[in-house]
């Protein structure tokens, strides 16, 4: 009975020892400072040639090459590419199905967003010959972000991608079209993944999360989570 009440005793304190190692931060708090320190900073173009992420001023490039499809007797070969998609708002919140925090970014719904080009076809019917790709309805990309430990700290990462509105190619081929377009964002998801998983996308969150983190005498960070509408980092 002694060596029982011995073993409780025990328990007990190394739970409230490890209990008083981590922090909850509320996430409402976390997303209201993500909004109004990241929010005005943060651009989002998608385009073969001038895509990129921006962060508190720091660009990053986005590498966003071109889908081919094969189509009629001759075989050409149609080539389809992400075109001037500009950002026009974002905005961080909590998805509590997910438990996750989600970034949304709305584009601009002028033009075509994946424009098609032949580049065997006549001259002046390159441009007309390959449906382009609208992306309809409302155009959001929704990333979710995970937090992650940077330098014993905090950033986040992306954990998964999803486009809101439809994708739709125009013409009598557009139904044929699913493949080409499933294709180029599979690749712009690749792309960004890979931008927000590099080091330098990490320290830009870091650097600008970092005053939350201190409010909160967050520091020497070795594990964090998200705990039940928190965020938790343990040290």
């Not at 385009?47 to 050409?76: C, M, T, W």
């Not at 967050?218 to 989570?225: E, H, K, M, Q």
């Amino acid at each position: 009975m002694k060596k029982l009440f011995v073993l409780i005793i025990l328990i007990t304190f190394t739970l409230s020892t490890v209990s008083a190692q981590c922090i909850d931060v509320n996430m409402k708090d976390v997303v209201n400072y993500l909004n109004r320190e990241i929010k005005p900073s943060l651009d989002l173009k998608l385009d073969k040639s001038d895509g990129f992420l921006a962060i508190k001023g720091k660009r990053q490039n986005l590498q966003l090459p071109e889908v081919s499809y094969k189509r009629g007797k001759y075989k050409h070969t149609w080539k389809y590419s992400f075109h001037n998609i500009r950002r026009v708002d974002n905005n961080f919140f909590y998805d509590s199905n997910k438990n996750l925090i989600a970034l949304d970014v709305k584009f601009e719904s002028d033009g075509s967003e994946i424009k098609g080009l032949c580049p065997g076809c006549i001259k002046k019917s390159r441009d007309s010959r390959a449906p382009d790709i609208n992306w309809t309805s409302v155009q959001i990309l929704r990333l979710y972000l995970k937090p992650t430990v940077y330098d014993n700290s905090i950033s986040f990462e992306v954990d998964d991608i999803k486009f809101i509105g439809d994708f739709k190619a125009n013409g009598l081929f557009g139904p044929l079209m699913n493949k080409l377009i499933l294709e180029s964002l599979t690749q712009l998801k690749s792309e960004l993944q890979k931008v927000f998983h590099n080091g330098q996308t990490k320290r830009l969150l870091n650097d600008a999360i970092k005053p939350l983190l201190r409010t909160n005498n967050i520091i020497n960070v070795r594990s964090v989570s998200m705990a039940s509408s928190s965020l938790r980092a343990c040290k």
